[in-house]
């Protein structure tokens, strides 16, 4: 395990530039990379290898309302509709405060398409947190 000057990144050390803005209500960030694979039979019933298969990319961002309504009005502009359904965003997500003296990490999401747009409130709710499940073409992770 590394640990960065001594200490390991918290949610305060998180920024997300989406779009080209960063989101300053962001509520929640994850992403992954996945791969198909399977195992190889032939003779006997042993694997023979690993056979690897398409790539994929997916995540979710969870937003306070008015960043969605951002994420609309850049929608309007760039595609006629206020969905955000219809936006295609390259997104940065960096890890650390170098005013700290943090060692900045830095993952880059491309071609991020939401694939949902939900509302949702309850009574007692204070504010409203949206989900927007995403699917991108590639996520490139920096190496410490």
């Known amino acids: ?20 803005r960063d989101v300053v209500g962001l509520r929640g960030i994850k992403y ?41 009005l850049l929608a309007r502009q760039q595609t006629g509709r206020s969905s955000v359904l219809g936006l295609n965003l390259n997104a940065v997500v960096c890890y650390g405060n170098p005013l700290h003296g943090d ?16 509302k949702s409130m309850s009574q007692s709710d204070k504010n409203m947190e949206i989900t927007l499940p995403f699917i991108c073409t590639d996520i490139q992770y920096q190496t410490i």
């Open 1 to 20: 395990m590394t640990i960065i000057n001594g200490r390991q990144y918290e949610w305060a050390d998180i920024s997300l530039i989406l779009g080209g």
């Open 32 to 72: 992954k990379e996945s791969q198909e694979k399977e195992l190889l039979y032939g003779k006997g019933n042993q694997p023979l290898s690993i056979q690897k298969g398409n790539r994929a990319y997916e995540g979710e961002v969870t937003l306070l309302q008015s960043e969605l309504e951002t994420l609309k």
């Open 103 to 118: 060692a900045m990490i830095t993952d880059r999401l491309y071609g991020i398409q939401f694939t949902e747009e939900e």
